[in-house]
């Protein structure tokens, strides 16, 4: 991969996207190696939580890279899109969790992508933003419906239409991050919550992220019913019954189903 790094330890593998002469901005090429590696860590059963972040001290993702679309035409934006929408599926639906480490910028498609993620670190420097009116275009890779869902549709229009980018402890005052910790300890603590979550239940952990995203949608007594069906499922596993016995043993359950 040539803008990708992948490190797995532990369980958990840290996503690095490396373009640093860009800002990490997304390009065809890093989009065609997000999905490749994508498809190949769902297919993995050493891994658990993904941690997805950027290379360097400045950026996250400066968003999609703007040297390359400047001369798209309607076909090659449609083309673009549809390719960048493969692995910002994968991110938000693959078993393992996804955390964005969002390290500096998160503009455009770099705020879409962490976004995609199912939970967001900042480090204090970090800058959320959707600037794509300012280029003429609008958010394409999920941000005006994203947005929206994370942070209400009030402060997903303001933050589109004026462009204005928010600090770290503003996107987490409005809930668009988890947690904002010194750039420091960003990845510590990233790696601190990964680890937490890779030793709960893995298939449970799967099937609960799958029950919140397809209920978000759903009306809520579908949703709960939705819900239901799934926590039968989940009794089916040996984890449950290695989960509860081991409770009622007051021993530490060894939960191993993914
Ligand atoms: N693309 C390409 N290059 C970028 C870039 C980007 N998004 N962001 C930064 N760079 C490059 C700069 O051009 C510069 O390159 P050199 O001049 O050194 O060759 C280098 O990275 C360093 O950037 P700066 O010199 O600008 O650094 P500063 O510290 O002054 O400013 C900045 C940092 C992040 C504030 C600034 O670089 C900036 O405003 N960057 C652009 C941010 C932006 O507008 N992002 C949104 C891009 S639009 C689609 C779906 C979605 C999208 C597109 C299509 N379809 C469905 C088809 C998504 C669109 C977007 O994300």
Same mark, same amino acid.
């Given at each position: 991969?040539?803008?990708?790094?992948?490190?797995?330890? =532990?369980?958990?593998?840290? +996503?690095?996207?490396?373009?640093?002469? *860009?800002?990490?901005?997304?390009?065809?090429?890093?989009?065609?190696? +997000?999905?490749?590696?994508?498809?190949?860590?769902?297919?993995?059963?050493?891994? $658990?939580?993904?941690?997805?972040?950027?290379?360097?001290? $400045?950026?996250?993702?400066?968003?999609?890279?703007? *040297?390359?679309?400047?001369?798209?035409?309607?076909?090659?934006?449609? &083309?673009?899109?549809?390719?960048?929408?493969?692995?910002?599926? $994968?991110?938000? =639906?693959?078993? %393992?969790?996804?955390?964005?480490?969002?390290?500096?910028?998160?503009?455009?498609?770099?705020?879409?992508?962490?976004?995609?993620? @199912?939970?967001?670190?900042?480090?204090?420097? &970090?800058?959320?933003? %959707?600037?794509?009116?300012?280029?003429?275009?609008?958010?394409?890779?999920?941000?005006? %419906?994203?947005?929206?869902?994370?942070?209400?549709?009030?402060?997903?229009?303001?933050?589109?239409?004026?462009?204005?980018?928010?600090?770290?402890?503003?996107?987490?005052?409005?809930?668009?991050?988890?947690?904002?910790?010194? %750039?420091?300890?960003?990845?510590?603590?990233?790696?601190?919550?990964? *680890?937490?979550?890779?030793?709960?239940?893995?298939?449970? =952990?799967?099937?609960?992220?799958?029950?919140?995203?397809?209920?978000?949608?759903?009306?809520? $007594?579908?949703?709960?019913?939705?819900?239901?069906?799934?926590?039968?499922?989940?009794?089916?596993?040996?984890?449950?019954?290695?989960?509860?016995?081991?409770? +009622?043993?007051?021993?530490?359950? @060894?939960?191993?189903?993914?």
């Amino acid at each position: 991969m040539n803008n990708l790094r992948l490190e797995v330890e =532990n369980e958990i593998a840290v +996503l690095t996207i490396s373009r640093p002469k *860009a800002l990490n901005a997304l390009n065809s090429e890093t989009l065609n190696e +997000l999905n490749e590696v994508l498809s190949d860590i769902e297919k993995r059963d050493d891994i $658990k939580v993904v941690i997805l972040t950027g290379d360097g001290e $400045k950026a996250f993702v400066a968003g999609a890279d703007i *040297a390359e679309m400047v001369n798209f035409t309607a076909a090659e934006a449609r &083309a673009f899109g549809m390719r960048a929408s493969e692995p910002f599926f $994968k991110l938000m =639906n693959m078993r %393992q969790v996804t955390i964005a480490a969002v390290n500096g910028f998160a503009l455009g498609g770099g705020c879409e992508i962490s976004m995609a993620c @199912d939970i967001r670190i900042a480090s204090d420097n &970090a800058r959320f933003g %959707q600037p794509e009116t300012g280029l003429g275009i609008i958010p394409g890779f999920g941000g005006t %419906q994203r947005l929206a869902r994370l942070v209400g549709m009030g402060r997903a229009k303001e933050m589109i239409f004026t462009c204005d980018a928010i600090k770290a402890d503003e996107a987490y005052r409005i809930g668009l991050v988890n947690k904002v910790v010194p %750039q420091a300890e960003l990845m510590d603590t990233a790696k601190a919550m990964a *680890a937490k979550i890779a030793s709960k239940g893995s298939y449970a =952990n799967a099937i609960a992220k799958a029950a919140i995203n397809n209920g978000y949608d759903m009306d809520i $007594k579908n949703a709960v019913e939705m819900e239901a069906n799934l926590f039968g499922i989940t009794c089916s596993t040996n984890d449950k019954k290695e989960g509860m016995t081991a409770f +009622l043993e007051k021993r530490a359950a @060894d939960l191993t189903d993914f």
